[in-house]
């Protein structure tokens, strides 16, 4: 089914619906609604779905594009439709400053932080003078096109559908692009992303910008649709309730954040018309119920409505890859000595407290040279791996990448000189599919950025981008699951899918961390060819792997640790008989 198909179908429906001879005025207005609060749950889903930021505040936003609209456009006679401009600046311009204290936070002091500076907000509109204060602002404009003014909920339904399809389309396709991926992989954790070079924070910000400029423009229409604006529907109750549209609907989908919407608002309205005319109008009984009825609705769908009907519709699509990744360019070399080494570590100390992980190890890595890092559990070879690739600072110690100093160097920074890795535990994202995981490892070799993406115009680089994934997906063997989930997979092909993901950078250093694990004799097999192919190119591997047998077969050099320290180093014959290795790791000889 081609992309724009669905598209096309949901614009013809809306379009129609108020078309529909009779249909009452009051069911135009609640469609108007549910417009305006899918705009805010569409940011949250790229928000709190996709990004994994949860936010309770966004009805604050909202009140900045309705307050910047309502004032202008009383004060100064300015046309609605110029003041929209200023309107989505003013809530970009907030979630700034707001975006660059919040996004820092973690755990439970996000959502925190986000209520804090809602109820804020909220208590400040209802103070300031020139807002109104509690009454704040009415006689706002109606929007206008030509002679027709929108004073009716009729007219003004086609600019309010027009805007959630165009923020769904742009939604869409920030997700479908470079971008997009670098802010689904934040959902899993920073650490795998950062290793490609993504910047956590500027994405998370990026995102948290772009679903307050969402809201905003939610708050822009409101404004001119209600024609008066007070703080009331900017609380931190909306906020709320801006959080839950999107949770049910299915945080993680852009049409959920529409369906969510209508799911609430028209339960929401049905319960109010009718619970009072079944128990005498006594209390607010429709609030309980509509509690109790989304927690029911969760407990059936807790990834949300839209998911859940998907999966009643199992269609599977495949994605086309046309491009040529032979455009696509090559990572800048750093260069150096052919002779010197590629990686050196010289005396490297990790000390958490009073316990030395890392104790004064030493070793190198030659050009098209593979060597072992071996030990007991506990040993610090994983945490090795964090030094050398900037995740963990040094305590002491040096670690040189062509003869440049990379200890405490961050992440986005050690990738840039040619080290790519894998993970002990494996850091896919589940619901990617396998090119789109692996495609995350080029992040660095693209250059499109938001607003090409959000316009279309990123093709040609997104092209090359996925090509080049799908050609190392190719290249170890898992042609066949390209458009799988990564969560779908074993636990072994996952681990190959890691590795697909890390020569997608087009790495010099290639890090592995127990490749082999959970692989087959005969996928250990095809794993081992695949890299003594890459050493023959000219790559070099460092690889952490308990398999004794796989490192014994493969590996020109072997690094022992022992409790952080290197107790033994040279080839793997030199090894088999290190009495040293023999007591602490290999076992007792019989």
Not at 282 to 297: H, M, P
Not at 373 to 402: D, W
Not at 545 to 550: A, K, R, T
């Amino acid at each position: 089914m081609p992309r724009w198909l669905p598209i096309l179908l949901f614009a013809a429906v809306m379009t129609a619906l108020p078309l529909i001879p009779g249909i009452p005025p009051f069911w135009i207005v609640l469609l108007d609604n549910i417009g305006l609060a899918a705009l805010v749950a569409m940011g949250l889903v790229l928000l709190t779905g996709v990004g994994g930021l949860t936010s309770f505040g966004q009805a604050a936003f909202c009140g900045f594009g309705a307050y910047t609209t309502a004032y202008i456009t009383t004060v100064y006679g300015i046309s609605p439709w110029l003041a929209l401009p200023a309107s989505l600046v003013v809530a970009g311009i907030a979630a700034v400053l707001l975006g660059l204290m919040t996004v820092r936070l973690s755990g439970h002091y996000l959502p925190l932080g986000t209520i804090a500076w809602g109820i804020a907000l909220y208590y400040l509109f209802s103070k300031l003078d020139f807002l109104g204060r509690n009454d704040g602002i009415s006689r706002v404009p109606p929007l206008s096109i030509g002679p027709i003014d929108m004073y009716d909920p009729h007219t003004i339904y086609f600019v309010i559908w027009a805007m959630v399809l165009i923020s769904a389309v742009l939604t869409m396709n920030l997700l479908d692009s470079r971008t997009g991926r670098a802010i689904r992989a934040l959902r899993r954790g920073h650490v795998a992303a950062e290793a490609f070079g993504v910047q956590t924070a500027r994405a998370k910000l990026l995102v948290f910008i772009y679903a307050a400029v969402l809201a905003g423009l939610s708050g822009w229409l409101y404004a001119h649709f209600q024609r008066n604006v007070n703080p009331t529907p900017f609380g931190p109750q909306a906020g709320i309730e801006y959080l839950f549209i999107a949770v049910v609907g299915g945080a993680g989908y852009v049409w959920g954040g529409v369906l969510g919407a209508a799911i609430v608002i028209i339960l929401k309205e049905v319960l109010q018309g009718y619970l009072p005319l079944l128990f005498g109008g006594q209390g607010q009984l429709e609030i309980i119920v509509f509690g109790i009825l989304l927690v029911v609705l969760l407990q059936l769908a807790p990834g949300g409505v839209w998911p859940w009907l998907a999966n009643l519709v199992p269609l599977k699509f495949r994605r086309a890859v046309t491009g040529n990744a032979d455009g696509l360019p090559a990572r800048e070399r750093v260069g150096g000595s052919t002779t010197a080494p590629l990686l050196k570590v010289e005396r490297a100390r990790k000390q958490f407290g009073g316990v030395v992980a890392v104790n004064d190890v030493s070793f190198e890595v030659n050009a098209a040279e593979i060597v072992a890092l071996i030990g007991p559990n506990g040993a610090g070879k994983s945490t090795t791996f964090n030094l050398i690739t900037g995740i963990l600072t040094t305590t002491g110690g040096r670690i040189e990448v062509h003869g440049k100093p990379v200890d405490n160097t961050p992440p986005q920074e050690v990738v840039k000189l040619g080290i790519a890795r894998t993970f002990q535990h494996v850091k896919l994202v589940p619901d990617m599919t396998v090119l789109e995981n692996v495609a995350i490892g080029a992040h660095l070799r693209g250059r499109s950025g938001a607003i090409t993406s959000m316009l279309r115009f990123d093709r040609g680089d997104e092209a090359k981008l996925l090509a080049e994934a799908a050609r190392q997906i190719e290249r170890v063997g898992l042609g066949a699951e390209i458009d799988q989930l990564a969560g779908s997979l074993s636990l072994g092909q996952q681990r190959i899918v890691e590795i697909a993901r890390a020569l997608c950078a087009d790495p010099e250093l290639l890090l592995l961390d127990e490749p082999a694990a959970g692989l087959r004799h005969m996928e250990k097999q095809r794993l081992a060819a695949l890299l003594r192919q890459l050493k023959d190119s000219g790559m070099s591997v460092l690889l952490v792997e308990h398999d004794m047998g796989f490192v014994m077969d493969l590996a020109d050099r072997i690094v022992v640790l022992d409790f952080g320290t290197r107790i033994a180093e040279g080839t793997p014959d030199a090894i088999k008989t290190n009495p040293d290795v023999i007591k602490a790791y290999l076992g007792a000889l019989a």
